[in-house]
């Protein structure tokens, strides 16, 4: 698949590992796109379409099945605030800065999940459930333990992927606490371009591109 040129649109899609299925679609705007990492903008304002956000009843019981999730229609998501993302090649985790309405730089995400795959319209790739949260001083923790706990007792994970998992989140902690690449590149300062607005998702958005095997 060919790289995504500065201002283009990319559509970020999570797919489900119980049935490939599309459960989230954010269109987002290209910085650059090289080895080091595919850059992304999203503009306060995007509206993206989601299925996966697990509804409160559900997530003081446990985390949702598969078939409830799927059960949901796709609503409007709105991102209230600016955010960009790096992914990069081959790793297991993906890292985000929030900014606030100002664009002041707020902190870091590493949300851990599946390398991710080009697609014709983007990206493809899976959420693993358990993140790590870091302030604007680096200061970490883990996110969403008892949900990626319940996971695994309910069999929707098993111990090797989970392991895996956790490995991911230490290398992106490793690289957050030493200041290593991406946390050292300057990108809390990055501004947009004047004119990039919230973009639209295509109509073809949930298409089976074929990409889901290629995702672990």
């Known amino acids: 698949m060919r790289r995504w040129a500065a201002g283009e649109t990319v559509v970020v899609r999570n797919i489900a590992r ?31 379409k989601d299925n996966y956000v697990v509804p409160p009843a ?13 059960a949901r229609r796709h609503v409007d998501r709105t991102w209230a605030a600016p955010s960009l993302r790096l992914y ?11 900014f606030d ?10 949300n851990l999940e599946a390398p ?27 996110k969403d333990e008892d949900e990626f706990a319940a996971r695994l007792a309910r069999g929707l994970d098993t111990a090797e992927h989970q392991t895996a998992v956790r490995a991911a989140g230490r290398s992106f902690i490793a690289r957050l606490e030493a200041g ?15 004119g990039w607005t919230p973009r639209d998702l ?7 591109l074929g990409s889901g095997p290629q995702l672990r």
């Open 116 to 142: 991710f795959v080009r697609t014709a319209l983007g990206i493809d790739t899976r959420d693993h459930g358990l993140d790590v949260v870091a302030d604007a001083k680096r200061r970490w923790r883990w």
């Open 18 to 48: 119980s049935d490939d299925t599309v459960t989230s679609a954010l269109p987002a705007i290209a910085i650059g796109d090289d080895d080091a990492a595919l850059a992304l903008y999203i503009p306060a304002g995007t509206v993206a």
């Open 202 to 208: 295509p109509d073809d958005w949930r298409a089976d």
């Open 58 to 70: 559900e997530r003081a019981a446990s985390v949702a099945t598969a078939a409830a999730s799927a």
């Open 88 to 98: 990069l090649p081959g790793e297991a985790f993906s890292v985000w800065l929030f």
């Open 180 to 194: 290593t690449s991406p946390f050292d590149d300057g990108w809390p300062d990055w501004r947009p371009p004047a």
């Open 101 to 110: 309405a100002g664009h002041g730089f707020t902190g870091w995400y590493g």
